[in-house]
């Protein structure tokens, strides 16, 4: 029961998997833009680009060549944040000046050899392929007794740091569980604890009833915008099965997730008809750390465009200093996305 | 003392006003940049400029006309996020969707009259009246006795969402404790419980003594990089004395801010001759909310660039969905600033 106006008035929402609140000004997005335009990239690349590190058969930063592969292509990030052989070794001063060593594996997988799609531009038996690679990686990752934490993420477009156009993601895998995934763990813990089932599952039945911020539902998964969005068309991917991590997912629920992800982000990009950049990722059980059952897989979208293919949100210094604050509803959002038609804008004009 | 090389070996670093971790790749600084470079803003502003809505005389968005100040001026943000008469409300269904109303007043600081200057570019004198103003704000939203906290701020250029360059601030006041807040709360209480002193006079002492990542150092207040630092540039101004907000500062105290906040803000423009984007804001006790004494007075500097004046750091997927990471170490982060020149860059080609 709402005892104010969810859609007029200035309200914080609780993020249930963080713990965190989000501070929502609806009324705020009649506000006039006079700030940063970002630039539209024109975006016509060749299939094949000899310049590109990643595309079949070109030379890397580190002298090898890539295969001439056909489908999906995994390696070790030339440039990894975390390293394989990274000693034990900490620091502490009087609690003030406090560090560990951290050791992991940074691993890139392009998701085609063709050098000008994009995971919405892919048929959905593609999609299913780089699916299956993420859930063979996590495996063979997960079979280092020291490696703790497992992020399989993909960063798109050059507004999201991304600096290689071809279709690309990445998997960190490391030794300690990363700060994210900590305060989700409690969360997500102390509810299975209280109620016998897993948060988000508790969470999608309550939004499959309310159908008030539901995207796509199908068979295995459903994406909706979350309630508690900080990003103005941020999305949540839940499977419908509660799983702990990708490794348990069939092939059936696998073509599934395919679907979804390539309806989803065909409708991303049909919104301001550009390829909707995004950063996205899975958040699922760390590895090799007890038992993790009260964890249920899901994916998360931060796509950061909120008027239009050049203007973005910035989460700068209110932001920064006291908390993340959107202007357009979670509703809203919902209702704009899933009003998006399901073939991609350039189907028509290709 | 440390047991392993700080400076080489991939690690994470405990913030300790948050008690959040971040992770420090300091081998990966040498990899190539291909991605997004930033517009250079060419910066030839006209002293007073006829379409801006901060300078004197012009007209703002509510219809009316502003003053013809000499110094600062202040005013309610015509787009207010936060609103002075939401009432109470508040939803929970299921502790799965959860909201409140959140109240509040947001008001924008007009730095001087000057449409051309920035804070590094302004004499101390009126970085001073600066100074003032922020005191007299603070001390009057706090006579509100529904205001529990209030949050001083600057987003400097427009790649940190700066939509007007006419050098302004913000100042949001509102009814909750924001997350931020919170964070750096429950982390200064139990120090201050278990040392009987602050926090930041703890860490202050110690990095005193260590002089690695200090910046500046006069009389009232040290400008240094903090151990735990996210973005590659960025500081932390911690005033000497332990005073829990802007109220307690003396005249003298006032002026020695003013100088500090000119020295840094200079150092910033000459590491990459470039007007030096940020978002910037004071952290200090909420208001109205009882017994405060544990707070330290200090103010948080996050600048985003990185390499240049156009390449920024990305905070994006790994950053997003696990655990904020930076490249360059803290210690030579604070060598760059610490050995610029003390005068502008500008100066000397007036
Ligand atoms: O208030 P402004 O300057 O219009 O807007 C700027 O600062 C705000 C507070 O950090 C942010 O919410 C906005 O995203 C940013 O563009
Ligand atoms: O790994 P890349 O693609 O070189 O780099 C990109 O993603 C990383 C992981 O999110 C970020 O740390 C970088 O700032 C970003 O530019």
Known sequence: MLDFTIND????RLNILTGERILVSPHRSKRPWQG???ELSLDKRPEYDPNCYLCPGNKRADGSENPYYKESFVFVNDFSALLKDTEE???NEEGLLVAETERGICKVIAFTPRHDLTLPEMDVEDIKKVVDVWQSEFTSLASNEWIKYIQIFENKGSIMGC???????????????PM???????????YFLKNKKSLLS????????????????NEHFVALVPFWAAWPFETLLISKRHVTDITEFSEEEKLDLARTLQQLTIRYDNIFSTSFPYSAGMHQAPVNNGNQDFWHWHMHFYPPLLRSATVKKFMVGYEMLANPQRDITAEKA???????????????TK
């Open 180 to 190: 994210e995934i900590l305060k989700e763990e409690k969360q997500q813990q102390e």
């Open 9 to 12: 008035v200035p309200h914080t």
């Open 89 to 91: 070794g900490n620091i």
């Open 163 to 177: 600096s290689n156009p071809h279709p690309h993601g990445q998997i960190w895998a490391e030794s300690k569980l």
């Open 334 to 348: 919902a209702e704009i996305i899933r009003n998006q038609p399901t073939t991609h804008y350039k189907s028509n």
């Open 36 to 38: 940063q335009v970002e």
């Open 202 to 217: 508790g969470y999608l039945a309550l939004e499959l009833k309310k159908k008030e911020r539901i995207i796509i539902d």
